[in-house]
């Protein structure tokens, strides 16, 4: 079992910039970040895996957002600039071992309790 611990969530106005970081206690194959608004599904944002390094992200953030990792491959981050108020929603962490798509929720084993983002206008 793997836990994951996010940070950095909070308020800040359009065009500002956030970092989210997540802590985890263990090693996987891939990490991830997801988010949900009020009223959505949840929605991928963006992936890493954790050997190589490839990144991964939804359309909405490219160029925007960067998803990197630390030495140890234990602390994902989400470096998120040029903030939209279109991107307030709560921010998950997830992990997981195995394959299936990169954007799909059910391909992750673990998740963290989400970081609330809010882009104000």
């Known amino acids: 079992q793997v836990q994951l611990v996010e940070s950095g969530g909070g308020l800040v106005q359009a065009g500002g910039s956030l970092r989210l970081s997540c802590a985890a206690s263990?090693?996987?194959?891939?990490s991830g970040w997801f988010r949900q608004a009020p009223g959505k599904e949840r929605e991928f944002v963006a992936a890493?895996?954790?050997?190589?390094?490839?990144?991964y992200y939804a359309n909405s953030v490219k160029g925007r957002f960067t998803i990197s990792r630390d030495n140890a491959k234990t602390t994902v981050y989400l470096q998120m600039n040029s903030l939209k108020p279109e991107d307030t929603a709560v921010y998950y962490c997830?992990?997981?071992?195995?394959?299936?798509?990169?954007?799909?929720?059910?391909?992750?084993?673990?998740w963290g309790q989400g970081t609330q983002v809010t882009v104000s206008s």
């Open positions: 890493i895996i954790s050997s190589s390094g490839r990144t």
């Open positions: 263990g090693r996987t194959f891939r």
């Open positions: 997830a992990a997981g071992q195995g394959s299936g798509n990169i954007w799909a929720v059910q391909s992750y084993d673990y």
